[in-house]
């Protein structure tokens, strides 16, 4: 196993060396950090590789999927760990996701929902889309996880390659879950601590991404066979 830790950055300059750091030191099997810089307006690109993170930028601002992409494209790993670099998800947590890689599991959820938020780590609204949300997939999709929006987790390169991924958005996270059941993959999850973000704000639009992630989920259940 070589571990490549892709992280997708957006005007994340006062978190992402410490993201980097504690990804350097917790990655078992690590190859690199990988850092996509999406189109960053401060110093996100020079933090990150003063910390040791190998990183790629993106002329201008495409959104978190669209950055991911081009870490899935890009890394050197066969097994890849995702994580928000806006310091709200634990390095110290990634050993355990990566244990949880076993044979037959293709990806494993950090799930903030069988862990723990920390105060202001999730607004009451955003609790509530998640929770609409993940309910609308387990029953598309006939599965049985607790947070299909989580960002953090580990995920075996292939089933990603064998299969488009279109996301451009915060629809990443459930097209390449839906992905991984669709073909076979065995998906775990295991419980991780959500920490409340300390500085910036979250691209994150609640009803439009929201609208955005349910038509995503309709579009790859249609793929795979009629409603």
């Not at 980097?20 to 850092?35: D, K, M, Q, Y």
């Not at 598309?140 to 451009?168: K, S, Y």
């Amino acid at each position: 196993m070589r571990v490549s830790v892709v992280l997708a950055a957006h005007n994340e300059a006062a978190t992402i060396a410490g993201v980097v750091r504690g990804c350097r030191l917790h990655t078992p099997s690590i190859a690199e950090v990988l850092v996509v810089d999406d189109g960053s307006s401060d110093g996100t690109s020079r933090e990150a590789e003063g910390a040791g993170a190998r990183v790629l930028r993106l002329a201008f601002n495409q959104g978190k999927g669209a950055a991911l992409r081009r870490g899935i494209e890009e890394a050197e790993g066969d097994t890849l760990v995702f994580l928000d670099a806006d310091g709200q998800d634990d390095p110290a947590d990634i050993p355990r996701l990566v244990e949880a890689l076993r044979p037959g599991v293709e990806l494993v959820i950090g799930s903030r929902f069988l862990g723990t938020f920390e105060p202001g780590a999730i607004t009451a609204l955003n609790r509530a889309g998640t929770h609409f949300l993940n309910g609308a997939f387990n029953l598309l999709f006939r599965a049985q996880v607790t947070d299909c929006l989580a960002g953090f987790r580990v995920v075996r390169r292939a089933p990603l390659l064998r299969a488009p991924i279109r996301a451009r958005r915060y629809d990443i996270e459930v097209e390449i879950l839906a992905t991984v059941l669709q073909q076979g993959g065995g998906v775990v999850e295991v419980p991780v601590r959500r920490k409340p973000r300390q500085h910036g704000e979250s691209d994150l639009h609640s009803f439009r991404d929201g609208s955005r992630i349910l038509l995503a989920m309709a579009r790859k259940r249609l793929e795979q066979g009629t409603l």
